[in-house]
């Protein structure tokens, strides 16, 4: 399903990005390269439960692409496509102006990018979709669980659409035990009910480690 969608949300976006009347560019690009349209269908996760954990990964063998690799998701409600690329990762005890409830903060931040001819804006957790950290041994913990959703994060937005052929920073941020922290796979499921994932180190990584730091200590 999510394949059909995109192609031909990707067909009427190029129709009618090409008039001037349908262009909203900002002029920037998304950092990294190829965005891969794959997804693994029927991987919704139950709801959150003690200690930051959401269930258990329904599919911890699927691939997992690296960091900095970008994929094209289908907006909520299947409106609109999402070029989705983290891009960094930064652990905390403290961030923000907040302490971690279960030991450790790990922010991610990312660039998004509206593909579409309709603004689009990523599937939350209340519709079965949504951001979730799976942990080494297999646990899932949702965006936002613990003191995560109280991180004040300066110039990164949390959510919100994105208008047509715009882009934005943006950061998840999981409230994490310590042993949670110790490298996983970010899911992301969209409005198709199919998750993309990638592979997190277990230490800081990525091109914008200082920017996520400074931000995150005011």
Known sequence: MRKSLLAVATATAVACLALTA?????????????????????????????????????????????????????????????????????????????????????????????????????????????????APDGTLVAEGSGHAARVALGKYRHSGAIEPGAHEVRAKVFDLTRAQAAGGKLVYTDGTESSDRWSIPAKDSGPQIAEVRDELSR
């Open 22 to 134: 349908c262009q909203n560019d900002s002029g920037s690009k998304s950092p990294t390269g190829q965005a891969s349209t794959t997804g693994t269908p029927g991987t919704r996760p139950s709801a959150e439960g003690p200690g930051g954990g959401s269930g258990t990964d329904p599919s911890p063998g699927a691939v997992a692409q690296a960091l900095g690799e970008s994929s094209r998701t289908v907006g909520a409600g299947t409106v609109g496509i999402l070029e989705i690329t983290p891009t960094t990762v930064v652990y905390l005890q403290d961030a923000g102006g907040q302490s971690s409830q279960y030991g450790t903060f790990a922010v991610v931040a990312m660039d998004e990018k509206s593909l579409s001819a309709n603004p689009a804006a990523e599937t939350v957790l209340a519709k079965g979709g949504g951001w979730h950290w799976a």
